[in-house]
Structures are given as structure tokens and as C-alpha cells.
């Protein structure tokens, strides 16, 4: 989806979209959620799963690198990622309180399809990222679930909403509904197509910040102005062009232009985090070779990829703020979607 073509609002783009507009026009990229929404009980939450591929993660690694933007943030699993460059399991999106949930969750998710694990082999390194959606959430009842974990992982496919679903349900972003957003890119490198996708979890900025292409979206009159920047966001790229894991380190840096571009300045209470990926160098676990052979790109050409990501990441922001709705949650609180001010 991504932001549709007769939409109120729009970017700039210098490059094609992908078929869907969404992280999974990277081929055997999946994407699913659970929504955890009771009015009554103040419950908005849930969670997101993403699959870097449909095989066995543990057994065919992708390489990875992170950009940890402002690190005021819970997530698990990056320590390893920047030591080694890759991801064996599904990344999970949740609210802070379910981070240990969603980590057992997906323990047992991986430890069922590999038995090796933990007896002839290593142990296995979750990613589970979070942000904070106590605003509208009760989020000291702990809501979330290992089934509901289980069950997003089941739903993942090739399309999913944006906006308040998901672990997106109770996020704010820039003082309106935040929640799920993705967009995707085309790349031209030698002659083939390649793709670029992102999917985010928005839920940072100040009220009175917000910027659409360029232009300052006035929501002071409505949303009084924040005293401070917190919330975070967690943004995750995908793509099937060839990159290493230090090329994909330098990839997920670069989501932090998008985040000025919306109206970020990388508050000191928000946890910004950014995690690339590519399913085409891909790690075996076991190997008989010592030397394993991975394809990069030339770094003097990369600059074209920088861009395409920017470009990605700063739609799914503003996909994930126009896709949302209005929504009243705990304590009275009530958050209005993007839409109320255009």
C-alpha cells in the first residue's frame, strides 16, 4: 500500500515503487500481526512479525547490520547482530512490557523446527524490538501473549494493513495516531531490477513538528505542543540487492534521514533503531567450506541505495500516520489520525 496514488498528501519520489508499495516486494519477505484492541479494558496493543524468508532462518542466515540511532530503547538481539552481520529468526515488533514474551515466544518457535539447538549446536539469537504505547495502552496489564505471538508469525504473508494494527495499535507519532507503516523502491543495478523495502513501527517527534514533503502539517490548534521528544521508532529494510553486512550497516544509518525529513530531531527520550537486511547473501550454519562466498556492492556506486532507503523509510512514516485512525484510550486519552487536519 504505501501511500495511495489519489491521497491528500504525497513525496517527491525519484524512484519507482514496488508492485504493492510494501516491504514484501522484497521476494520471500512476510509480513503479519495480531491487534489486541478492547475499548473497554484500555487494551491497545498487539504484535508484528516480520520474516526475512520463508526457509529455515536458523539454517540459512541473513546478513544484517543496525543502526542504533538514539538508543533509549529495549529491543534484544542487536548485541549480536553487529558482532557477526546476520539474523537467524523472524524480527518481532511489540510494546516495551511484552519484549520478554515475544523473546520466549520466539524461543520455542525456533527451538521446534530446530532441534539442534541448545544441544549439538549454539544457542539461538531472538530479535524483538518495542516501543512504548502506555499512552493509549494499558500496558502494565501485559496484554500481550506467546500465542499472539505465535499466531503473527502464522499470519505473515504478502500483504498486511498499515496504520493502528499490530504492535502499532497504541503508537503516537509527531502527536497524532502513529502506528505501522511501509513502502518499497526499485533499484536498477547492472542492468536488473532490485528492491527496497521498509516497514516501521512509528511512534516518536513532538506535536507541532510534523513535515510532509517539506511542508509543516499544522496540528498545534488541536494537539497542544509536546515539552519533549520520547516515544521511539523501529524501522526495519529489507532488500534482495547483494549488500555485506557492513554496506548494511551503513544502509539502516541512513533511515535517520527520513526521520529528520518527517520533522525528527532524534530526541534524547526516544529510541531509534534501525535494522537492514539482505535475503540474498545469505550465512549457512553449518558449511563444509571455511570460505564462504557472498557478493557486495561496489561502495563508489552505493550512493543510489542510500537514496532509495531514505526515500522508503520517509514514505512508510507518513503511510503510518495517514493509515491510522483516531483513537480514545486509557486515562480518557484521545489521539487523532492525520486525517482530521487535511
Known amino acids: 500500500m504505501g501511500l495511495p496514488k489519489d491521497c491528500e498528501v504525497s513525496i517527491r519520489s525519484r524512484f519507482k515503487k514496488g508492485e504493492r508499495n510494501l516491504i514484501t516486494d522484497v521476494p520471500g519477505v512476510k509480513v503479519g500481526h495480531v491487534t489486541l484492541k478492547n475499548i473497554e479494558k484500555d487494551i491497545h496493543t498487539g504484535v508484528t512479525a516480520i520474516l526475512p524468508h520463508t526457509g529455515n532462518l536458523f539454517k540459512e542466515k541473513v546478513l544484517a547490520g543496525s543502526s542504533v540511532i538514539n538508543g533509549f530503547g529495549k529491543s534484544v538481539g542487536l548485541v ?45 539469537n531472538c530479535v524483538v524490538t518495542e516501543c512504548n504505547d502506555g499512552e493509549l495502552n494499558d500496558i502494565r496489564g501485559m496484554h500481550v501473549t506467546e500465542e499472539n505471538v505465535l499466531q503473527a508469525l502464522e499470519n505473515c ?22 502506528g505501522i507503516g511501509s513502502a518499497s523502491r526499485i533499484v ?12 516501521l513501527m512509528s511512534n516518536f517527534g513532538m506535536s507541532g513538528n510534523l513535515m510532509i514533503d517539506g511542508r509543516r502539517i499544522d496540528t498545534e490548534h488541536t494537539v497542544p505542543r509536546s515539552k519533549a521528544e520520547k516515544g521511539s521508532v523501529i524501522i526495519i529494510i529489507a532488500t534482495d540487492i547483494p ?15 527520513a526521520l529528520s525529513r518527517t520533522g525528527s530531531f532524534l530526541g534524547n527520550g526516544s ?27 561496489h561502495d563508489d556506486a552505493i ?22 485512525e483516531t483513537v480514545k484510550g486509557i486515562r480518557g486519552k484521545e489521539v487523532f489520525a492525520l486525517k482530521e487536519f487535511l
Open 157 to 178: 504473508g504478502d500483504v498486511f494493513e498499515e496504520g493502528a494494527v499490530g504492535s502499532g495499535t497504541g503508537m503516537i507519532c509527531m502527536g497524532i495516531k502513529g
Open 80 to 124: 549480536q547482530i553487529e558482532e557477526l552481520g546476520n539474523i537467524e529468526t523472524p524480527i518481532i515488533m511489540t510494546n516495551t512490557f511484552g519484549v520478554g514474551t515475544a523473546m520466549n515466544a520466539l524461543t520455542k518457535y525456533m527451538l521446534k523446527d530446530n532441534l539442534d539447538i541448545g544441544t549439538t549446536t549454539g544457542t539461538v
Open 271 to 297: 529510541g531509534d533503531i534501525a535494522i537492514a537486511f539482505s535475503n540474498t547473501n545469505i550465512m549457512p550454519h553449518y558449511s563444509e567450506k571455511n570460505i564462504i562466498d557472498t557478493k557486495m556492492f
Open 188 to 199: 536498477s543495478c547492472d542492468g536488473k531490477d532490485y528492491t527496497i523495502g521498509a516497514i
Open 243 to 257: 549488500l555485506n553486512e557492513r554496506q548494511l550497516k551503513r544502509m539502516a544509518k541512513r533511515a535517520t534521514v
Open 303 to 324: 550512493d543510489k541505495v542510500f537514496e532509495a532507503t531514505a526515500e522508503a523509510v520517509e514514505e512508510a512514516v507518513i503511510s503510518s500516520i495517514y493509515h491510522a
